[in-house]
């Protein structure tokens, strides 16, 4: 038959069993599935771009390129090409003077434009309200309530930078790109680049940071970042939102995880509905294709006439879904109004097609095994019905569904260790849950002689067959576990999560504490701050040499941008400890108590610096401090949590081992807000120490999980969608015997009361069974995840006891709806329909 009237036939016979009941539940399974992924998409893209949007006021722009050398013309040249807008920006330390005493302050040079995201806030006195916008104009200088209190000073009042006089006329309270480096914060003044030059303050050799702030479109950003990465000079780097700050790069890291976690979950119970409409699908045309046969189609044709029908109503279910899915997720988005920013960027058809693409690969692998059935009905089943085709090979079926899932898998970029632990944990719940179910209904059959009538009817339909019965409470099992470990997701390990950043988690920073006040500091901030970190010594030095090489040979073949190449081109804060960091769980080695000292000090590293230098327990490492060099062995490697706002070293050294160096202490802690006065008071009851306040930054990560939360939760609406769809298939997988039986029984005498008894015990029991593998796999799932994917302490979950409950229920009213019609139809009707 030639593909055209192939086709119109595969029309025909789509148009005329539109209404049957299995066409309908495969329909709107994959509408779901399809409107799920495409409404999760687009959700998950434009509020990952609206946070790395907000991530980006941390840089002051979408890309910033920083050195201690200024970027080249035709660096600059380049980007302007592309139409990106462009703000230069030179940051150095300096030695404010004005009549009433001189002060290190951190200056910050910009021009006009500054900043190209977020926006500086600063008010007209000490401690009045702050106003957004502006900056300093030539001749003049914004700086922090600290600089003013430190000298005496008022707005109005001059100070000299350099060999430059510039007049303070506002008091500085913000600025987006101030959270990047705690190490090297003073008082922060703020003047337009127009004077730098006047203050003969940067002279060749002058140790100053260069900034180049970029803003444009993300092609072109994308475009300019390939143009000038394979020529950026040793002492550049290129930073963008995700790389550029360690807390926000990690918060969106996990806000994508958990989000694509939600996206697998209803991926899964997509391809569960599909599979379950799939195989009644086939079931039910096993006698058109013996006829189809016997009338001169061929296995090839047969086959390709059901493909096609499956394919259209594939496409027509995914177009829909698509719409569906973007109608969605402009509903959400409207009803978050108040609770996202105004600027959430659109996502273009990406999402939509993704979501299309999704519904129709499950379609295709969940789908296959079923219609290779239909292409081998022998055409002798026409006269002898109980004849049943070839079942497809085991590998053909399982490969085909691991394959579809492996491409959903990929499509959706999902993290491999999160997607391996979730598989690894769904398999192996199914295959122990499932064999002791399927032995636990072997052994209720000697109960049903002295069991009432009811239960005889309502177990004897899952006993008759056990593996039928085992599979459907799995496919049950499975919809209660996607949706409990999206319930877990969200009340758990966010919560989590947030726990790890507390509401006195602390805020501020104290560097600069020389050791004659080292004892009279802890003292007073004790009184302040019952749980301040400990007061770590820090020398700046320079990692120089591996195992007796210099360390810059080692590493000519790596990355520029690498961590290991970026922490040699600049000082590192070294420190000593005789006790490990709370926060510092060792990978490897020991510590200082637990192995003898050998010939030379040891020093223990920070894992992640330690991969990229390659570096290996009993390493000799160098540093130069202040042209004092010291040498140690490698005793250990440390995985060290960035976002917890406490002191932390790349490098921590034994006691004693930097001993006759100049050393400063630094500490963190909490200070309640509206608490300006005692700060200015600890200022100035200790001059010299530099307080450095991170509440800007500590306000946007928890806006951040704010929104990781919502999504989360409004994510869980299309998992119970995709979850419902699952069930309805599932029940109407198994319908045609369940109505057959209850027209028999009718026939036989049976009452509509004794039927709905039955029935009720029937899914009951098998919403109880399946409730407990849920709750069962997700104790189990949610281990391997919080031990391999999230890295946080694993508890138990009592909650998880109410799904043998919630699935009873859910089950049980499913299946009473999805059967009525065998108790509101004739009986003979209904025999002679089936």
């Given at each position: 038959?030639?593909?055209?009237?192939?086709?119109?036939?595969?029309?025909?016979?789509?148009?005329?069993?539109?209404?049957?009941?299995?066409?309908?539940?495969?329909?709107?399974?994959?509408?779901?599935?399809?409107?799920?992924?495409?409404?999760?998409?687009?959700?998950?893209?434009?509020?990952?771009?609206?946070?790395?949007l907000r991530a980006t006021e941390f840089l002051g722009a979408d890309i910033v390129l920083s050195g201690t050398t200024a970027?080249?013309?035709?660096?600059?040249?380049?980007?302007?090409?592309?139409?990106?807008?462009?703000?230069?920006?030179?940051?150095?330390?300096?030695?404010?003077?004005?009549?009433?005493?001189?002060?290190?302050?951190?200056?910050?040079?910009?021009?006009?434009?500054?900043?190209?995201?977020?926006?500086?806030?600063?008010?007209?006195?000490?401690?009045?309200?702050?106003?957004?916008?502006?900056?300093?104009?030539?001749?003049?200088?914004?700086?922090?309530?600290?600089?003013?209190?430190?000298?005496?000073?008022?707005?109005?009042?001059?100070?000299?930078?350099?060999?430059?006089?510039?007049?303070?006329?506002?008091?500085?309270?913000?600025?987006?790109?101030?959270?990047?480096?705690?190490?090297?914060?003073?008082?922060?003044?703020?003047?337009?680049?127009?004077?730098?030059?006047?203050?003969?303050?940067?002279?060749?050799?002058?140790?100053?940071?260069?900034?180049?702030?970029?803003?444009?479109?993300?092609?072109?950003?994308?475009?300019?970042?390939?143009?000038?990465?394979?020529?950026?000079?040793?002492?550049?780097?290129?930073?963008?939102?995700?790389?550029?700050?360690?807390?926000?790069?990690?918060?969106?890291?996990?806000?994508?995880?958990?989000?694509?976690?939600?996206?697998?979950?209803?991926?899964?119970?997509?391809?569960?509905?599909?599979?379950?409409?799939?195989?009644?699908?086939?079931?039910?045309?096993?006698?058109?294709?013996?006829?189809?046969?016997?009338?001169?189609?061929?296995?090839?044709?047969?086959?390709?006439?059901?493909?096609?029908?499956?394919?259209?109503?594939?496409?027509?279910?995914?177009?829909?879904?698509?719409?569906?899915?973007?109608?969605?997720?402009?509903?959400?988005?409207?009803?978050?109004?108040?609770?996202?920013?105004?600027?959430?960027?659109?996502?273009?058809?990406?999402?939509?097609?993704?979501?299309?693409?999704?519904?129709?690969?499950?379609?295709?692998?969940?789908?296959?095994?079923?219609?290779?059935?239909?292409?081998?009905?022998?055409?002798?089943?026409?006269?002898?019905?109980?004849?049943?085709?070839?079942?497809?090979?085991?590998?053909?079926?399982?490969?085909?569904?691991?394959?579809?899932?492996?491409?959903?898998?990929?499509?959706?970029?999902?993290?491999?260790?999160?997607?391996?632990?979730?598989?690894?944990?769904?398999?192996?719940?199914?295959?122990?849950?499932?064999?002791?179910?399927?032995?636990?209904?072997?052994?209720?059959?000697?109960?049903?002689?002295?069991?009432?009538?009811?239960?005889?009817?309502?177990?004897?339909?899952?006993?008759?067959?056990?593996?039928?019965?085992?599979?459907?409470?799995?496919?049950?099992?499975?919809?209660?576990?996607?949706?409990?470990?999206?319930?877990?997701?969200?009340?758990?390990?966010?919560?989590?999560?947030?726990?790890?950043?507390?509401?006195?988690?602390?805020?501020?920073?104290?560097?600069?504490?020389?050791?004659?006040?080292?004892?009279?500091?802890?003292?007073?901030?004790?009184?302040?701050?019952?749980?301040?970190?400990?007061?770590?010594?820090?020398?700046?030095?320079?990692?120089?040499?591996?195992?007796?090489?210099?360390?810059?040979?080692?590493?000519?073949?790596?990355?520029?941008?690498?961590?290991?190449?970026?922490?040699?081109?600049?000082?590192?804060?070294?420190?000593?400890?005789?006790?490990?960091?709370?926060?510092?769980?060792?990978?490897?080695?020991?510590?200082?108590?637990?192995?003898?000292?050998?010939?030379?000090?040891?020093?223990?590293?920070?894992?992640?610096?330690?991969?990229?230098?390659?570096?290996?327990?009993?390493?000799?490492?160098?540093?130069?401090?202040?042209?004092?060099?010291?040498?140690?062995?490698?005793?250990?490697?440390?995985?060290?949590?960035?976002?917890?706002?406490?002191?932390?070293?790349?490098?921590?050294?034994?006691?004693?081992?930097?001993?006759?160096?100049?050393?400063?202490?630094?500490?963190?802690?909490?200070?309640?807000?509206?608490?300006?006065?005692?700060?200015?008071?600890?200022?100035?009851?200790?001059?010299?120490?530099?307080?450095?306040?991170?509440?800007?930054?500590?306000?946007?990560?928890?806006?951040?999980?704010?929104?990781?939360?919502?999504?989360?939760?409004?994510?869980?609406?299309?998992?119970?969608?995709?979850?419902?769809?699952?069930?309805?298939?599932?029940?109407?997988?198994?319908?045609?015997?369940?109505?057959?039986?209850?027209?028999?029984?009718?026939?036989?005498?049976?009452?509509?009361?004794?039927?709905?008894?039955?029935?009720?015990?029937?899914?009951?029991?098998?919403?109880?069974?399946?409730?407990?593998?849920?709750?069962?796999?997700?104790?189990?799932?949610?281990?391997?995840?919080?031990?391999?994917?999230?890295?946080?302490?694993?508890?138990?979950?009592?909650?998880?006891?109410?799904?043998?409950?919630?699935?009873?229920?859910?089950?049980?009213?499913?299946?009473?709806?999805?059967?009525?019609?065998?108790?509101?139809?004739?009986?003979?009707?209904?025999?002679?329909?089936?």
């Amino acid at each position: 038959m030639p593909f055209p009237r192939l086709l119109m036939l595969a029309l025909c016979s789509l148009q005329r069993d539109a209404r049957s009941g299995e066409l309908r539940v495969l329909f709107f399974a994959l509408l779901i599935a399809v409107a799920a992924s495409t409404a999760i998409g687009y959700f998950s893209a434009r509020l990952n771009a609206a946070m790395l949007l907000r991530a980006t006021e941390f840089l002051g722009a979408d890309i910033v390129l920083s050195g201690t050398t200024a970027p080249n013309p035709e660096q600059i040249e380049r980007g302007l090409r592309l139409g990106l807008e462009h703000v230069p920006m030179v940051e150095f330390s300096s030695v404010i003077a004005s009549d009433n005493g001189i002060q290190l302050a951190s200056v910050k040079a910009v021009g006009n434009g500054y900043p190209l995201r977020g926006e500086v806030k600063s008010s007209a006195a000490l401690y009045q309200p702050s106003q957004s916008g502006g900056q300093p104009a030539a001749g003049e200088a914004w700086a922090e309530a600290r600089l003013f209190v430190a000298l005496g000073l008022t707005p109005g009042d001059s100070i000299e930078v350099g060999s430059k006089a510039l007049k303070l006329t506002r008091v500085l309270t913000y600025e987006p790109d101030s959270a990047g480096d705690f190490y090297s914060f003073n008082p922060r003044i703020l003047m337009h680049i127009e004077d730098l030059a006047a203050t003969e303050i940067v002279q060749p050799g002058s140790r100053v940071r260069w900034k180049a702030l970029w803003r444009g479109s993300p092609e072109a950003l994308k475009q300019w970042q390939e143009q000038v990465a394979s020529e950026l000079l040793p002492s550049q780097r290129i930073q963008d939102a995700r790389g550029g700050n360690q807390q926000i790069g990690g918060a969106l890291q996990r806000a994508e995880r958990y989000l694509n976690l939600a996206s697998l979950a209803a991926v899964l119970l997509a391809g569960v509905a599909v599979a379950l409409s799939a195989a009644r699908f086939a079931s039910r045309r096993l006698d058109t294709s013996a006829l189809l046969r016997c009338l001169g189609l061929s296995r090839r044709e047969t086959l390709a006439l059901f493909a096609l029908q499956l394919g259209l109503l594939g496409v027509t279910a995914a177009l829909i879904g698509a719409v569906v899915g973007w109608l969605g997720q402009l509903g959400l988005f409207a009803l978050l109004k108040g609770l996202l920013p105004a600027d959430l960027p659109a996502a273009g058809l990406w999402p939509a097609l993704a979501g299309m693409m999704s519904g129709l690969i499950a379609l295709a692998g969940f789908a296959l095994s079923p219609l290779l059935g239909l292409g081998r009905v022998p055409p002798l089943r026409v006269l002898r019905r109980d004849l049943l085709p070839l079942p497809p090979a085991a590998w053909l079926v399982y490969g085909s569904a691991l394959l579809a899932l492996a491409l959903i898998m990929w499509r959706m970029s999902l993290d491999l260790k999160l997607t391996l632990s979730l598989l690894a944990g769904g398999l192996l719940a199914a295959l122990l849950l499932g064999a002791l179910l399927l032995s636990s209904l072997r052994g209720l059959r000697h109960l049903l002689a002295t069991a009432a009538l009811p239960w005889r009817l309502g177990l004897g339909q899952l006993l008759r067959h056990p593996l039928s019965a085992a599979g459907q409470s799995l496919a049950f099992g499975l919809i209660l576990l996607a949706m409990a470990l999206i319930v877990l997701l969200r009340s758990e390990l966010l919560d989590t999560w947030q726990a790890q950043l507390p509401d006195n988690a602390p805020n501020l920073f104290a560097l600069n504490i020389v050791p004659e006040q080292r004892d009279a500091f802890a003292h007073r901030l004790a009184e302040l701050s019952p749980r301040a970190a400990p007061l770590y010594p820090v020398v700046p030095g320079r990692l120089v040499a591996i195992n007796g090489q210099a360390i810059a040979e080692l590493l000519e073949q790596d990355k520029p941008d690498s961590q290991g190449r970026r922490a040699i081109r600049r000082d590192l804060a070294l420190t000593w400890s005789s006790e490990l960091p709370e926060s510092n769980p060792l990978v490897a080695g020991s510590w200082w108590n637990d192995a003898p000292s050998g010939e030379l000090p040891r020093v223990s590293v920070e894992s992640t610096l330690a991969e990229s230098l390659h570096l290996n327990l009993g390493d000799r490492l160098r540093v130069n401090i202040g042209g004092d060099e010291r040498e140690a062995v490698l005793s250990s490697l440390r995985k060290v949590q960035w976002d917890n706002f406490q002191p932390n070293f790349y490098l921590i050294f034994e006691p004693d081992s930097l001993s006759g160096l100049p050393v400063t202490y630094m500490t963190s802690f909490y200070l309640p807000a509206q608490q300006d006065k005692t700060l200015v008071e600890l200022a100035r009851q200790f001059p010299t120490v530099t307080l450095v306040q991170v509440d800007a930054l500590l306000a946007q990560l928890r806006q951040i999980l704010a929104q990781v939360s919502l999504a989360v939760e409004y994510v869980l609406l299309f998992v119970l969608a995709a979850g419902i769809a699952v069930l309805l298939a599932g029940l109407n997988a198994t319908l045609d015997e369940r109505i057959r039986q209850a027209a028999l029984l009718r026939v036989l005498g049976a009452k509509r009361e004794l039927l709905n008894q039955a029935r009720l015990r029937e899914f009951a029991l098998l919403g109880l069974s399946s409730g407990l593998l849920a709750a069962l796999g997700c104790e189990l799932v949610s281990f391997l995840l919080y031990r391999y994917a999230f890295d946080l302490p694993w508890q138990a979950h009592p909650w998880l006891l109410l799904l043998p409950l919630l699935g009873a229920i859910l089950v049980s009213m499913a299946g009473l709806l999805g059967t009525r019609r065998a108790l509101s139809a004739s009986p003979l009707t209904l025999l002679r329909e089936l």
